[in-house]
C-alpha cells in the first residue's frame, strides 16, 4: 500500500497570512505515461463531509478559491492557503489514486491564530 | 445539483449485519462510479469499497474483503453497502460518494462529492 504522510497535523496561521500543508508518498504517484500526479486534496470543515478541492496534484475543482493551490511531483506535494480566510478553518487531506487501495494522509488541522 | 442520502447506519452487536443505502439525485447515476469511505469519528479516512457504474466491477479494501459486498440499483439510483460479520472496528461514519475513474476498470480515481455519511456502531 502507498502510505502518505501529512505535515505538520496542525497548524495556526494569522487571517490574512499564508498556510501550507505538506503530503508525502511511500513512492512516486507520478504516472510516466501521461505524466500526471496522481494525488488529491480534500477540504472538511467541521460537521461536513469532505470537498474536493484539487486533482491532478495541481488541478482546482471547479468553483474552489484561487487562494488554494497545489504543487509538487513524485512523492512530495504541497496545499498552499495564500491568505487564510476565516471560512478556511478545516480539516485538510490527501490523497492517492495511482495504486490500489486508495490512501489517504492523516490529516492537518488549521486554525487561526 | 449533486446530493447524495445515505439511510440504514445504526447500533449492530459484533458478528452481526447491516445494510447501508444511498440515493443519489442531480447527476446521471449510472454513469458513474460510486464508492464508500469510512471515518472514525474524529479520525482519518478509509477507503472502504468501490463499483463501476454499471455495476461490473467492484473493489474493496482488505479489512473488508469477505465481508462487505457494494453493489447499486441504476433504475433506483440507490448505492447499497451490505456488511456482515461485523467487528468493533468497524465502528465509524460511512459515506458514499461519486467517484471519478482514473482507470479503465475503475479500480482508481478520486472522490468529486460525498455525503454527511451514516453511523455505524459495533458493540455489545
Known amino acids: 500500500d502507498i502510505v502518505m504522510a501529512q505535515s505538520p497535523d496542525s497548524l495556526a496561521v494569522s487571517l490574512g497570512e499564508r498556510a501550507t500543508i505538506n503530503c508525502k508518498s511511500s513512492?512516486?504517484?507520478?504516472?510516466?505515461?501521461?505524466?500526471?500526479?496522481?494525488l488529491a486534496w480534500y477540504q472538511q470543515k467541521p460537521g461536513q463531509p469532505p470537498k474536493l478541492l484539487i486533482y491532478?496534484?495541481?488541478t482546482r475543482e471547479s468553483g474552489v478559491p484561487d487562494r488554494f493551490s497545489g504543487s509538487g511531483s513524485g512523492t512530495d506535494f504541497t496545499l498552499t492557503i495564500s491568505s487564510l480566510q476565516a471560512g478556511d478553518v478545516a480539516v485538510y487531506y490527501c490523497?492517492?489514486?495511482?495504486?490500489?487501495?486508495?490512501?489517504f494522509g492523516g490529516g492537518t488541522k488549521v486554525e487561526i491564530k | 445539483e449533486v446530493q447524495v442520502l445515505e439511510s440504514g447506519g445504526g447500533l449492530v452487536q459484533p458478528g452481526g449485519s447491516l445494510r447501508l443505502s444511498c440515493v443519489a439525485s442531480?447527476?446521471?447515476?449510472?454513469?458513474?462510479?460510486m464508492t464508500w469511505v469510512r471515518q472514525v469519528p474524529g479520525k482519518g479516512l478509509e477507503w472502504v469499497s468501490s463499483?463501476?457504474?454499471?455495476?461490473?466491477?467492484?473493489y474493496y479494501a482488505d479489512s473488508v474483503k469477505g465481508r462487505f459486498t457494494i453493489s447499486r440499483d441504476n433504475s433506483k439510483n440507490t448505492l447499497y453497502l451490505q456488511m456482515n460479520s461485523l467487528r468493533a472496528d468497524d465502528t465509524a461514519i460511512y459515506s458514499c460518494?461519486?467517484?471519478?475513474?482514473?482507470?479503465?476498470?475503475?479500480?482508481?480515481?478520486?472522490?468529486?462529492?460525498w455525503g454527511q455519511g451514516a453511523l455505524v456502531t459495533v458493540s455489545s
Open positions: 442531480g447527476f446521471t447515476f449510472s454513469d458513474f462510479a
Open positions: 513512492q512516486s504517484v507520478l504516472y510516466r505515461a501521461d505524466n500526471r500526479n496522481y
Open positions: 460518494g461519486k467517484y471519478y475513474c482514473t482507470s479503465t476498470n475503475c479500480d482508481r480515481g478520486y472522490f468529486d462529492f
Open positions: 491532478w496534484a495541481s
Open positions: 463499483i463501476s457504474g454499471g455495476g461490473g466491477s467492484t
Open positions: 490523497q492517492q489514486y495511482y495504486g490500489s487501495p486508495l490512501t
